[in-house]
């Protein structure tokens, strides 16, 4: 049950991962990059949201993914050994 719940973060991961990379272009609207765009912003924006809230702001950089990967690091190296 451990290693499903770390294989689930990781996913998690790759899926903020993803939106992080996606923000670096402009995205058309309607196309098919802004859908999945607007899918991975749907899953990753509840915790990005008020980790952001909590973190002071360094200028231009949104440094809350750098903290959400190091708490998935943290919990799935925990959970399974």
């Given at each position: 049950?451990?290693?499903?719940?770390?294989?689930?973060?990781?996913?998690?991961?790759?899926?903020?991962?993803?939106?992080?990379?996606l923000?670096?272009?402009?995205?058309?609207?309607?196309?098919?990059?802004?859908?999945?765009?607007?899918?991975?912003?749907?899953?990753?924006?509840?915790?990005?949201?008020?980790?952001?809230?909590?973190?002071?702001?360094?200028?231009?950089?949104?440094?809350?993914?750098?903290?959400?990967?190091?708490?998935?690091?943290?919990?799935?190296?925990?959970?399974c050994?």
């Open positions: 049950m451990g290693c499903l719940l770390a294989q689930l973060l990781q996913i998690y991961s790759i899926c903020l991962f993803g939106r992080i990379i923000s670096w272009f402009p995205l058309a609207p309607g196309g098919a990059m802004a859908s999945i765009f607007g899918v991975l912003y749907t899953i990753t924006e509840p915790v990005l949201g008020p980790v952001r809230r909590v973190m002071p702001s360094v200028g231009m950089i949104d440094l809350s993914p750098i903290v959400v990967f190091i708490v998935i690091n943290i919990v799935s190296s925990s959970i050994r």
